[in-house]
C-alpha cells in the first residue's frame, strides 16, 4: 500500500511559478511510476505529467509542456512538480497518484483509472 501527501499549493499572479511535492509511504516507491493529475471545478480530472519508475521517462501534457517539470527522489521517497510561467487556466486541485509499473513507457499512462493510489490534492490558484 502506497500513501501519498501532497503540499506546495497556493494562489499566484499569471506568470508566477509554485513547486508541489508529493511525499510517499512504503518501501517500495521505486516500482510505481507517479503521476500528477489535477481537477478544476466542473471538469474532469486530467492528466499532467507521469514520471517512470527509475526517474528516466517524462512525459507531459501538450497545455503544460515546458512550463512544467516533473522530477523524483527515490531515497527520500518524493515527486514534484515544478510548475512555471502559470496561467490562470492551470487554477486546479492538483493530485498525485501512483501506479505499479516498472517500465519506461510511461506515455501511454496517462489515464486517471490506471493509477491505484491517489493524495488528497493540493490547490492551485492562478490570478490574472
Known sequence: QVQLVESGGGSVQAGGSLRLSCAASGRTFNRYAMGWFRQ?????REFVA???A?????YYADSVKG????????VKN????RTDSLKPEDTAAYYCAALAFT??????RTW????????????????A
Not at 54 to 58: A, F, L, N, P, Q
Not at 67 to 74: G, L, M, Q
Open 50 to 52: 507521469v514520471i517512470s
Open 78 to 81: 518524493t515527486v514534484t512538480l
Open 112 to 127: 486517471p483509472d490506471l493509477y491505484e493510489y491517489w493524495g488528497q490534492g493540493t490547490q492551485v490558484t492562478v490570478s
Open 103 to 108: 517500465g519506461s513507457m510511461v506515455q501511454s
Open 54 to 58: 527509475d526517474g528516466g521517462v517524462t
Open 40 to 44: 478544476a471545478p466542473g471538469k474532469e
Open 67 to 74: 512550463r512544467f517539470t516533473i522530477s523524483r527522489d527515490n
